[in-house]
């Protein structure tokens, strides 16, 4: 059931939807979002669902935050996307020591963006690391506060580990270097650390994430919001997704009416039965999505209040479930696309931006279907999933 604060969240979204809309070609040009779209979301009360209740967050469950970003992507791919990365980062925050958090969620409503490739290194100094490296593709660091970074940690012993530290983003460079033909307006530049100091609290091993087993965390937590890792990341990943799916269906029946059939006696496409057959193919294929990310998110709150993780097999499964969920969002997508005739391929016309947006973000690593259904089918077979990243 949702909250009534979630509601209220969900309620002024859905307010800003024709506004978010209305920015899509100018944010595209921009490389960017424009700033009022920031300010909308802010004003709206997202950057504080992930924020526990003890900083004055509205600490909602993982189910009510995939909700609040999906209506998101109704409006803005990318700003749904960053949306959902700021979100699901200050999530992931929880994970860290209770002095990490009182730092980063001392506002109560923060932005934090992040990367997980393991592309820098954390070199052990008297109190803490340095941290060196770059993270191509960091999805909203021109606006967050915070900044995780996956890094190797590379001991004195001459072993390494994995591990993630969170940084004010204040102390990295940013890079213009984003530049592309999907999601043009997430701004994801490359960010660059130099000799940053960061204290030993705010780094988390890698193994700690996945298993949500950080030490030093002794305040008192809401119950039912203990989630781990790439299970709270993906489910996160796939609301923003079909919220884009959502849009696009949207948008196609909004522009339908009194559409001809170019070159034929058809002055009405919505009469034509292979539109029909379109559309409900598309809807059925977004609904068919929607319903196996209630199912994921249901299963991780289910472990979350009764304060454990779910089984190997489990995780496996909505690795799984979460790319299938995506590629339906992306095949009905495309359905719509192609069912818009010629003149959507103008970048005034905002079905084309959805469309490429959601085939951008469907290839998104952690998205890949093959990649996450061979995962699933190894352990469906009783076999080894062959990978830490559950």
């Known amino acids: 059931m949702t909250s009534s604060q979630a509601e209220q969240v969900l309620k002024s979204v859905r307010e800003i939807i024709p506004a978010l809309r209305a920015a899509g070609e100018k944010a595209e040009e921009d490389r960017w979002i424009p700033a009022e779209n920031v300010a909308l979301l802010e004003k709206a009360g997202v950057f504080r669902i992930a924020t526990p209740a003890r900083f004055g967050g509205l600490d909602l469950s993982v189910g009510e935050q995939v909700e609040i970003l999906r209506e998101i992507g109704r409006g803005c791919g990318s700003t749904a996307w960053l949306g959902m990365v700021w979100v699901s980062s200050a999530g992931l925050v929880t994970l860290y020591g209770d002095k990490a958090q009182e730092e980063v969620f001392a506002g109560g409503s923060v932005r934090v963006s992040g990367g997980f490739t ?37 001991n004195a012993d001459g072993s390494h580990d994995e591990a993630i530290a969170v940084v004010p983003l204040s102390e990295y460079t940013i890079t213009d270097d984003w530049n592309t033909s999907s999601a043009a307006a997430t701004g994801s530049c490359t960010t660059t650390a130099e000799n940053v100091f960061v204290p030993a609290h705010r780094v988390v091993g890698y193994g700690d994430a996945i298993s ?49 059939i170019t070159y034929t006696s058809w002055d009405d496409q919505s009469k ?112 080894d999933p062959e990978t830490p990243f559950l």
């Open 212 to 260: 949500n087993t950080t030490p030093g965390r002794d305040a008192v937590v809401t119950p039912g919001r203990r989630y781990g890792l790439f299970t709270y990341i993906m489910a996160e990943c796939a609301g923003a997704v079909l919220g884009i799916a959502r849009g696009a269906y949207e948008l196609f029946l909004e522009r339908i009416p009194g559409r001809g």
């Open 118 to 154: 393991p592309s820098g290194t954390l070199t052990p100094t008297e109190g803490g690391y340095l941290l060196n490296g770059s993270w191509r593709f960091n999805s909203g660091c021109k606006a967050a506060d915070w900044n995780l970074s996956a890094a190797i940690v590379e």
């Open 272 to 383: 034509h039965p292979l539109t029909q057959i379109q559309v409900a193919t598309a809807a059925n294929k977004i609904a068919a999505g929607e319903a196996l990310l209630a199912e994921i998110t249901g299963l991780l709150q289910k472990y979350a209040d009764q304060d454990e993780q779910p089984s190997l097999e489990e995780k496996a499964d909505v690795r799984g479930r979460t790319a299938f969920a995506v590629q339906l969002a992306k095949e009905a997508v495309e359905i719509l696309y192609t069912a818009s005739g010629a003149t959507a391929i103008q970048r005034s016309v905002p079905i084309q931006r959805f469309h490429r947006d959601i085939q951008g973000l469907s290839l998104h690593a952690l998205l890949q279907p093959n990649t996450n259904l061979e995962v699933q089918g190894r352990v469906l077979l009783g076999l």
